[in-house]
Antibody
Framework: EVQLVESGGGLVQPGRSLRLSCTTS????????MTWVRQAPGKGLEWVGS??????????EYAASVKGRFTISRDDSKNIAYLQMNSLKTEDTAVYYC?????????WGQGTLVTVSS | QSVLTQPPSASGTPGQRVTISCSGS????????VYWYQQLPGTAPKLLVY???QRPSGVPDRFSGSKSGTSASLAISGLRSEDEADYYC???????????FGGGTKVTVL
């Protein structure tokens, strides 16, 4: 069974940093690109960024709203994807989901809430 | 504001058929596959339809997707109370170089 479990969310002050993890199981992690998507309270879904697999150079793409502040990485030996979030703003408050895939997004994690507030 | 346009709401009585539209452009729906997700209250989205009209294992055949040109739609036939949820369309956008989501449609069963 494919499982994705996010962790690392919480309350953080504006300007601070937070790192989210997405621990996976049930599939060959290294064969799949991974994507992060967020959902602000009461709002729709917004793509954050995606990381490709090793054969594709682990190329990373970011949404304009987070580029330069957020960094996505992966550890294929641990089957974990990461989202490092720096210089957080109040508008980054959202539930953050990790997803399997890049163009074909099939499985979602349960999400982790990040609240940016002073 | 999403580039993929969905109606904010749709409704029907039990047993009825409800259709949700998703309008895009040549850089997204016009050249890529469309996906549909169902988000039940308080839960993560779940894949409902992939590659325009394919259902993952376990998704009832009451749910069907279609695509024509730069638009797509999701139909729910035999509407049931447990279908009350938010529904999102999504596709790859060649200009964005990333996936794009519609604004979501809240389906209410009257």
């Amino acid at each position: 069974e494919v499982q994705l479990v996010e962790s690392g969310g919480g309350l953080v002050q504006p300007g601070r940093s937070l790192r989210l993890s997405c621990t996976t199981s049930g599939f060959t992690f290294g064969e799949y690109p991974m994507t992060w998507v967020r959902q602000a309270p009461g709002k729709g879904l917004e793509w954050v960024g995606s990381i490709r697999t090793k054969p594709y150079g682990e190329t990373i793409e970011y949404a304009a709203s987070v580029k330069g502040r957020f960094t996505i990485s992966r550890d294929d030996s641990k089957n974990i994807a990461y989202l490092q979030m720096n210089s957080l703003k109040t508008e980054d408050t959202a539930v953050y989901y990790c997803l399997r895939g890049r163009k074909n997004l099939d499985y979602w994690g349960q999400g982790t809430l990040v609240t940016v507030s002073s | 504001q999403s580039v993929l346009t969905q109606p904010p709401s749709a409704s029907g009585t039990p047993g009825q058929r409800v259709t949700i539209s998703c309008s895009g452009s040549s850089s997204n729906i016009g050249s890529n596959s469309v996906y549909w997700y169902q988000q039940l209250p308080g839960t993560a989205p779940k894949l409902l339809v992939y590659s325009n009209n394919q259902r993952p294992s376990g998704v009832p055949d009451r749910f069907s997707g279609s695509k024509s040109g730069t638009s797509a739609s999701l139909a729910i036939s035999g509407l049931r109370s447990e279908d009350e949820a938010d529904y999102y369309c999504a596709t790859w956008d060649d200009s964005l170089s990333g996936p794009l989501f519609g604004g979501g449609t809240k389906v209410t069963v009257l």
